[in-house]
């Protein structure tokens, strides 16, 4: 694989955890701002943008 290839890969790996980062923080805030349901709002997001 070329690093041209490869560095469009790495940008849209980083490009998709984003999405989920900010799908998750949306979540988060919509149940209330609670602590600790970190990873269920990860997992949630990842989720919800795989549909």
Known sequence: MS???N?????ALEQR???IRLSA???WELK???Q???VEDWIEAEQ???D
């Open 7 to 11: 560095e469009r890969e790495v940008s």
């Open 25 to 27: 923080y949306y979540i």
């Open 48 to 50: 919800a943008l795989n």
């Open 32 to 34: 209330g701002g609670a």
């Open 36 to 38: 600790g349901s970190d």
């Open 17 to 19: 955890e984003d999405e």
């Open 3 to 5: 690093n041209e290839a």
